[in-house]
């Protein structure tokens, strides 16, 4: 079947990431390579409302070294978007105009909802999703985004203010939470999950199955593997494509993991360095939103926003669950 080989830039609150794929008709995306640098708008963002200078220009040497990247890859279809950060800063604008130019193809600013649309898009077709409504979430740098759909329709969607990064930034989190910075972290999602309340208020059958990715979700299953299974030669690309983390198994993370400095956490089975510093607070946010949701755990998906991009893009069918998983989620 004839291919199409998509680039999908994302311009992300915690990093700004490349993925190239062959798209196939049926819904299979067979992966090319992949590209990320972190570059944190997002904390500093929510710490002084702006992209600071230095960080703008290290987002216009990224963004540019990734466009070679594609270029060499060559890419028939590009999708490039930007998410929370720089829909947030107040220099927002003039930066995406910078980034545009470097891109050469035009970056489109998501709304929160819009941005949910698309991780559900890409979450039901990496995992098993039937005709009775299930919950997607996402966990990302800038705010996490909340979908409710069946495998045919996107019901409800919302984005809340609850990203890692801007967390991080809004209460200058240090290396180890504190007892008040768990504290400050769990009034803060519980207060900001209202829409998510909201939403399952009128889909109430859709806590029976939730579906979850973005970087922090998998690196915690890819942490309750090695914690609890021998580990494989790699566990840092360890694939966790619908592994379940129940309720009482994030909470036990969470408090593990809030506790150690960052070199403890670094000696923990599948932490990649990049990952480790802002993974306790992501720990914290899903522990108790899942306990706040009343939700009895979550089904890990590796695809998300990128791939639901390349599926939107290319209107390919709902049902893709019988596609290439491939890895393309890291």
């Known amino acids: 079947m004839p291919t199409v080989r998509v680039a999908v830039f994302d311009l992300g609150s915690n990093s700004f990431h490349l993925m190239v794929v062959d798209a196939s008709r049926d819904g299979r995306l067979d992966p090319v390579l992949r590209r990320r640098s972190f570059l944190h708008l997002g904390t500093e963002v929510a710490r002084t409302g702006d992209v600071p200078a230095d960080r703008a220009a290290a987002a216009v040497r990224t963004v540019r070294r990734l466009r070679v990247a594609a270029d060499d890859a060559g890419a028939d279809v590009v999708v490039a978007m930007a998410t929370a950060a720089l829909r947030d800063a107040g220099n927002g604008g003039r930066l995406l105009d910078r980034l545009e130019r470097v891109l050469g193809h035009r970056v489109t600013l998501l709304s929160g ?17 039937g005709h009775d409504p299930v919950l997607g979430l996402d966990l990302g740098g800038g705010s996490l985004e909340a979908g409710i759909g069946t495998v045919d329709q996107v019901c409800a969607v919302a984005s809340v203010a609850l990203g890692t990064a801007r967390i991080q930034g809004e209460m200058e989190t240090g290396e180890v939470l504190t007892p008040d910075d768990r504290v400050a972290i769990r009034e803060a999602t519980t207060a900001r999950a209202e829409p998510i309340l909201e939403m399952l208020r009128r889909h109430p059958s859709a806590t029976g199955r939730v579906i979850a990715s973005g970087g922090t979700v998998r690196a915690l299953a890819r942490l309750a593997m090695g914690l609890h299974r021998p580990p494989p030669a790699s566990t840092s690309s360890l694939q966790v494509n619908q592994v379940e983390l129940p309720a009482g198994q994030l909470d036990e993370l969470a408090e593990r993991l809030a506790a150690l400095d960052l070199g403890g ?6 932490i990649q360095a990049r990952r480790a510093p802002l993974l306790p607070i992501g720990a914290v946010v899903l522990s108790t939103l899942v306990e706040h949701l009343g939700l009895q755990g979550l089904v890990v998906s590796e ?28």
Not at 113 to 129: M, T
Not at 265 to 270: C, F, S, T, Y
Request: charged share 25%; glycine share 20%.
């Open 113 to 129: 909802e819009e941005e949910a649309r698309l991780c559900f898009l890409g979450q039901r077709a990496g995992v098993w999703v």
């Open 303 to 330: 695809w998300g926003l990128r791939e639901g991009a390349v599926i939107d893009g290319l209107s390919l069918p709902a049902d893709h669950r019988h596609g290439a998983r491939g890895g393309t989620g890291s």
């Open 265 to 270: 956490r670094l000696a923990l089975p599948g």
